[in-house]
């Protein structure tokens, strides 16, 4: 069964673009959650989505949006980027509410 | 607010040795708490979890402990072997998906 897959791994923009990026769920798996993961703040939750819906958000700008398809794959978007938002951007899926997140390996965004 | 913090960045054993990784909460709503492991170039692997309405919990060379009193949580690896060098992150939720991480320790296994 594959993991799940984030794309691209890599991506290098420039201040004041916008970005989007990629996940392909576990097969089977409804719930898509979005991290953030920087060497200074950690680990922090962006949003999760079930069903196409957005069900919880963390504490990031609009600027941080998101959205699920019917099939489970899910986007982030940043729009007008920040140095600050270079990170790891992490997502993770579930089968539902309260089963264990299965992470990908990330995107890698440098924001230059 | 919400916070996870971990006492030690950094803990270096020898193989064979037990490890013992702490993590402090403050959020004393969480009814999770998970252990995640992370390697260099991956996303966290889930070790282990443990609910609110229990102390102790164990898996396959792992042992989670919760102390609910003084909101502490610990990881425990039995004979620690090189492949578990990594980066360890308690985490705490209401959910699984919605989850407050703390900021790591590193484990550093010698041969």
């Known amino acids: 069964k594959a993991g799940v897959t984030q794309t691209p791994r890599y991506l290098i923009k420039t201040r004041g673009q916008q970005v989007t990026l990629s996940c392909s769920p576990i097969?089977?798996?409804?719930?898509v959650s979005w991290y953030q993961q920087t060497p200074g703040q950690g680990l922090q939750f962006l949003f999760e989505y079930f069903s196409e819906t957005q069900r919880n958000k963390g504490n990031f700008p609009g600027r941080f949006s998101g959205r699920q398809f019917s099939n489970s794959r899910s986007e982030m978007n940043v729009s007008t980027l920040e140095l600050g938002d270079s990170a790891l951007y992490l997502c993770a899926s579930s089968l539902g509410r309260n089963e264990k997140l299965f992470f990908g390996s990330g995107t890698q965004l440098s924001v230059l | 607010g919400e916070s996870v913090g971990l006492h030690l960045p950094t803990l270096s054993v020898q193989e064979g040795d037990n490890s013992i990784i702490n993590c402090a909460y403050s959020n004393s709503a969480s009814d999770y708490f998970i252990w995640y492991k992370q390697e260099s170039g991956k996303g966290p692997q889930f070790i282990i979890d443990?609910?609110?309405?229990?102390d102790k919990r164990q898996g396959q060379r792992v042992t989670v402990l919760l102390n609910k009193t003084v909101k502490h949580l610990s990881l425990q690896i039995a004979a620690t072997q090189p492949g578990d060098s990594a980066v360890y992150f308690c985490?705490?939720?209401?959910?699984?998906?919605?989850?407050?991480f703390g900021t790591g320790t590193r484990l550093l296994v010698s041969p």
């Open positions: 985490a705490e939720g209401g959910t699984f998906q919605k989850l407050v």
């Open positions: 443990i609910r609110s309405n229990m």
């Open positions: 097969s089977g798996h409804r719930s």
